[in-house]
């Protein structure tokens, strides 16, 4: 009967740590959601135009796509407490996928030729106004 016990509070031990994790994937998620409205509404006030959100193709995800005259931002998002760590968290592999799908956007417009692109990063620290950073990789 002892071990019984035993292993029904190891099993709801498990259940509470993916509780927990669940719960902080969600937190996670919604913070990034939040950044996202406040990068697209700062850009916005910048004078760009919101192409795409969330755009996603088999090569990889662009957080915005904006558009300023001819020239598309591929725009990857990030909350985060200051700018260095929002720069630090955009890895290699995630420029890669950020660039890949972000050609993939073009290559569906009708005017792709006479559009110039970059990709950009903004960072929204807690509590502050989204930095937007031009050409950031």
Not at 76 to 100: C, M, P, S, Y
Request: proline share 3%; hydrophobic share 40%.
């Amino acid at each position: 009967p002892v071990a019984g016990n035993e292993s029904r509070k190891m099993s709801s031990k498990r259940y509470n740590a993916s509780n927990i994790a669940q719960k902080r994937r969600k937190n996670a998620e919604r913070r990034g959601h939040q950044a996202e409205w406040m990068a697209g509404l700062a850009l916005m006030l910048k004078g760009y135009r919101i192409q795409a959100r969330r755009y996603r193709c088999r090569f990889g995800e662009v957080d915005l796509i904006v558009r300023k005259g001819d020239t598309v931002a591929f725009v990857e998002v990030k909350a985060r407490n200051d700018l260095a760590a929002g720069v630090d968290a955009v890895t290699a592999t995630a420029q890669r996928r950020i660039l890949a799908a972000g050609q993939d956007w073009i290559s569906k417009q009708s005017d792709a030729a006479n559009l110039s692109w970059r990709t950009d990063l903004v960072v929204v620290p807690p509590w502050s106004w989204p930095i937007h950073i031009e050409g950031a990789f």
